[in-house]
């Protein structure tokens, strides 16, 4: 909410800020948007946070492909539910930025002038509805894992939203794993088309959580500020471990010929992820980049008409509705 | 932020939900929306798609008064002192029932 400052009065000193800033994160409690905080953590959650948020946005497109085509009205049904979902937890996560003092329309412009990133993992194709299933099964688990965590982090606005978001992340998750059930319990062809959704997407899934802890520099100061909770590292093994078992009720095989039960470690071991794809589809590369902004921008393009005709109906009947502040 | 905002943007809207009959409505978050009755509609897809709510305010965030964060101390201290205030500040002798 944007408010006057408080009158001038004795103003603590930005010693005084910082260490009550520090004594704040240290007991665990949550940073409220009108707090005072160091310039690198509002930067950070800046980042962090609309970067999540255009992957939800994005993150439509995927699975959106598949709405005119599903199989069923039952799938239709779920799937249009689904993709609304992630339409609301793009808004969830805008409205969490904007606490930070930036403007959503401000993200939405860097968003499709490529100044910000989203998820790699949406730069990579749907090419059957069984990707619909593997979608929810590993995508969404993968963002759980990611998530979850992040019901605790130390940015109060942040923290809520993914509260909401993880409650309704669950639903997607178990849809994708009930399709794809549901496959395998159908024809050869289909058990096939299941084994080739998971080939495709499972590395991507694990290039989800990031760059290897060894690589990713900002990720101490992300934990110091409580921002993060665990390592990109950490979170990629608690997906694989997992992952295992729910493949073995599904039948179908992990392509990742290193994946082995570890009792020293109580872990699975498996194989090293191909970073040189990471990089090249984050970096504009993959398969969907060009497709997937453009899409976005000309959904925000052709939207503004429908923008500016409710902000001119909305001044046309100003003050016979309850409110006005202009 | 819509103080800030340029005049060509949807101001910005703080949502309440009261979740059921008997609570009180509950700040769930905020969206930006041309005016009151379209606030509510889209407050109604953004927040209550899965009966989260028997009732949505939404009121526009620049009508919002607000105390600062940095003037916790003196606002708040005309409460911290008055430990009288508080039941537990009076000794009764335990053998006195009811009370």
């Avoid at chain 1, 000193?13 to 509002?42: S, V």
């Avoid at chain 1, 993914?162 to 669950?170: A, D, I, L």
């Avoid at chain 2, 041309?34 to 889209?42: F, G, I, K, V, Y």
Wanted: charge should be negative.
């Amino acid at each position: 909410m944007a408010m006057e400052p408080a009158a001038v009065r004795d103003r603590p000193t930005g010693q005084e800020l910082t260490a009550d800033f520090d004594a704040r994160i240290a007991a665990h409690q949550r940073i409220e948007p009108r707090d005072w905080m160091p310039e690198g953590y509002r930067s950070t959650l800046v980042r962090q946070i609309a970067q999540h948020a255009h992957s939800e946005i994005i993150g439509m497109q995927p699975e959106g492909d598949w709405l005119t085509r599903a199989p069923s009205l039952r799938r239709k049904a779920i799937l249009l539910a689904k993709v609304q979902d992630e339409a609301g937890h793009g808004l969830y996560l805008y409205a969490a930025a904007e606490t930070l003092g930036v403007d959503r329309a401000d993200l939405t412009q860097r968003l499709i002038e490529g100044r910000q990133k989203y998820s790699s993992i949406f730069n990579y194709p749907t090419l059957t509805f069984a990707d619909v299933g593997v979608i929810g099964w590993l995508v969404d688990g993968a963002a759980i894992c990611n998530q979850v965590p992040l019901c605790r982090s130390s940015f109060g606005p942040y923290a809520r939203a993914m509260v909401r978001v993880c409650k309704e992340e669950s639903f997607h998750q178990r849809q994708g794993y009930e399709l794809l059930l549901q496959m395998m319990a159908g024809t050869p062809a289909q058990r096939t088309m299941v084994q080739d959704a998971v080939d495709r997407w499972w590395w991507p899934s694990l290039m989800m959580f990031g760059p290897p802890d060894a690589d990713s520099p900002n990720t101490r100061q992300s934990m110091a500020w409580g921002i993060k909770r665990d390592t990109n590292d950490e979170l990629r093994q608690k997906f694989v471990d997992m992952s295992v078992p729910q493949a073995v009720a599904l039948g179908v095989t992990l392509p990742d010929p290193d994946l082995a039960w570890n009792a020293e470690r109580g872990h699975h071991d498996f194989g090293a992820v191909d970073w040189a794809e990471f990089k090249r589809v984050v970096s504009g590369g993959g398969q969907c980049n060009a497709e997937r902004v453009s899409r976005r921008r000309a959904a925000h393009e052709e939207g503004a008409w429908v923008r500016e005709a409710a902000a001119a109906y909305a001044a046309k009947h100003q003050g016979t509705g309850q409110g006005d502040d202009r | 932020m819509s103080d800030s905002a340029p005049a060509d943007e949807w101001p910005l809207f703080e949502v309440f939900v009261r979740g059921k009959r008997g609570l009180n409505h509950v700040h769930v978050g905020s969206l930006h929306a041309p005016d009151e009755e379209m606030a509510l509609h889209s407050a109604r897809n953004l927040y209550t798609r899965r009966n989260e709510g028997v009732s949505i305010w939404v009121v526009r965030a620049s009508a919002i008064t607000a105390s600062s964060p940095d003037e916790k101390d003196p606002f708040f201290a005309p409460s911290g002192d008055k430990v009288y205030r508080h039941p537990t500040f009076y000794p009764i002798p335990d053998d006195v029932p009811h009370i």
